[in-house]
């Protein structure tokens, strides 16, 4: 078992690795978004890997999906913890809140979504995108760390970098979105195609712009809140890995008859 964490900084953090060491990876399609640090959380074996660029130098549309994937793949990866900082599109839903994702609504336009661009076609099934196990373990460890969160909601991502307008915020609420964000898609559907465990950490930094009486959305906003609950995410994810056990999930099983040979 090997897990794989993608997010920002300070996942990569030595206090919570044990012994990292930093891998560079070259994939078919191309380098990862960044080195990758590969160690130890509880005496599990871990690879980090910074979705966009060690020094966020990567846009959403930018971020290199498939090799991040194939590079996780390739090192071994079993089960992904995908960070993600996401609007919220809910008064219930508060900035520094916990969304632990289970569902998402595809507003993409320029990414490739499949390892099989050729020869092969991959119909691949997604009407439960994430894995149920590490949801639930996700919301166990936040019960025991009083954390706020939510254990299920639906993401709409969209391609960025821009924000939405108050029209289109307000029409993903109507559609039944609970959080906004612009990188879930396609890293769940990739993670799926390679047999990996995903599950998505989304955390309300603000509430997009739909919402008259708050602050609205700016990058500035978006990073303080971040940096507010940074330990809070450090600490669900090592106190998470902690109880994640290998066995069998339909979520490795999917791949095995979505080929068209």
Not at 85 to 99: D, M, N, Q, T, Y
Not at 122 to 128: D, V
Not at 158 to 168: H, L, N, V
Not at 182 to 187: A, I, L, N, R, Y
Request: net charge positive.
């Amino acid at each position: 078992m090997k897990i794989g964490i993608i997010g920002g900084s300070g996942l990569d953090d030595p206090k919570i690795l044990s012994n990292p060491v930093t891998i560079e990876v070259d994939t078919p399609y191309g380098k990862p978004s960044s080195h990758i640090t590969s160690g130890k959380i509880a005496g599990t074996k871990v690879v980090v890997l910074a979705r966009h660029g060690k020094n966020h130098s990567l846009m959403p549309t930018n971020v290199p999906f498939q090799a991040n994937i194939w590079a996780l793949k390739e090192l071994g990866c079993t089960h992904i913890l995908a960070t993600t900082a996401c609007g919220s599109l809910r008064e219930k839903i508060c900035p520094g809140h916990f969304v632990l994702l289970d569902q998402f609504i595809d507003r993409t336009t320029k990414r490739k979504s499949t390892f099989y661009e050729k020869d092969k076609v991959c119909h691949i099934p997604m009407a439960e995108p994430f894995c149920k196990q590490l949801r639930d373990l996700l919301a166990k460890t936040c019960k025991d760390l009083n954390l706020d969160f939510h254990k299920n909601g639906t993401v709409v991502t969209i391609e960025g970098p821009r924000f939405s307008t108050k029209a289109e915020s307000h029409m993903f609420r109507q559609w039944g979105a609970d959080v906004i964000n612009m990188s879930t898609v396609p890293e769940v559907v990739l993670a799926r195609e390679a047999g990996i465990c995903y599950q998505a950490i989304a955390m309300s930094t603000d509430y997009d712009c739909w919402h008259e009486s708050e602050e609205e959305v700016s990058i500035n906003l978006v990073l303080k809140t971040m940096a507010k609950n940074a330990e809070n995410v450090k600490k669900l994810i090592v106190n998470t890995i902690a109880k994640i056990n290998y066995n069998d999930c339909a979520c490795k099983e999917f791949i095995k008859t979505a080929v068209l040979r």
